[in-house]
């Protein structure tokens, strides 16, 4: 990690768009599905993106490394995941 984004994490929460448009084009699709949708499992961002799992799975890790999605467990299924957009407007 450099300085830079340790400067940039410690003053902001949440990411922004500057911040996944040098990620890979999977991670933006899964960025502009959580846009539309409010909260989504992986499964349900599989089947809207026609991605495999797996990568839905690299995308969602990309995407929190750049602090721009929230991710807590699901009540109804404490199994799964539930992921929703957090950016800065």
């Known amino acids: 990690m450099s300085a830079s984004e340790s400067f940039r994490r ?6 922004t768009w500057d911040d996944v448009r040098d990620l890979p084009p999977s991670a933006k699709l899964v960025a ?3 846009e539309y949708n409010d909260t989504m499992t992986q499964q349900q961002i599989a089947d809207e ?3 495999p799992s797996r990568t ?5 890790n990309r995407l929190d490394e750049e602090n721009v999605i929230d991710s807590r467990f699901s009540f109804s299924d404490a199994r799964k995941r539930l992921y929703s957009l957090e950016i800065e407007s």
């Open 10 to 15: 410690e003053t902001s929460e949440r990411g």
């Open 56 to 60: 839905v799975r690299y995308a969602l």
């Open 49 to 51: 993106t026609l991605l």
């Open 32 to 34: 502009k599905v959580l």
